[in-house]
């Protein structure tokens, strides 16, 4: 019985010596940075981007292309560098370098819906409507011509970018695309919450104001805790109150109070930043000041 019990620890412990001499190896083997390898092995370029990803998630966007560089000559239509090498130049605000991968992991993998809106993304953020509306225009052909679903934060990036243009109408039209998306194939609670702010918000745009309200209430049914969401509803009912001020005092005034209500409400909620306490602060006072009889 003790022969068997020391066997089996002996076989243990040599196990966990080769598995700690593996992992070793591969985190502490120095790379050279320098080096542009053009004949890597695949499970050397595997090994490289493991790394690459770490420094990734540590933020250290330089360091990780530094670990791209040395063998995506080995593969230049290698996947998983070259998607990372786009997050890694997008991160350090190399918009142009970060283009240019995504253009050739879409060439690589046309029919992945999450590289068309990492691109659109980025765009958007560049502040560069059009092309992020053309970046997703051509997703949403090739996946329709491929049968890949397209799913609903793909939709909200649209009606996003629809608003920040100023069409209050075809952002609503890709807010409910995004609704129905979720409905067929189901999605996580912030596309929901995302595709019900953004109907809202386009119905405010079109002062459609119980359509608005409406869909922030379904909004924070999803989520009570939601602080976007009580501050979106609060501006709702302000602008409702003061639309109908000189003709409808009575109704305008429960506005306003409800208004006020839901900034209370959004003020209450745990772990509110600073600035948007500052702007619910802002909102609150101007719902105070509608003046109604």
Known sequence: MRKNTR??????????TVFLNSTASFSAEPVNYNEELDKATPEYVEKIYQLALMEFDKQAYEESLKYIRHVIKSDMNHYKLRYLAAHDHWKLGHFDS????FQTILFIKPENPQAYMDLALMKIQERNYWAAE???QTGMATLKAANVFIPSKFYNIYARIQLAKGFAEEALKYAQLAKSAFEKNGAGVKDKLEAMTLEARSHLLLENFDKAELAMQWAIAMRKDNVYAHNLLGYIYTRWAMKIAATEPKQAGFYKDMAIESFKTAKKVPGVVEEFSTIIDANLANANSIAVQ
């Open 134 to 136: 053309s970046v997703l």
């Open 7 to 16: 066997a089996i620890i002996y076989t243990i412990i040599g196990i966990l």
């Open 98 to 101: 970060a283009t240019t991968h």
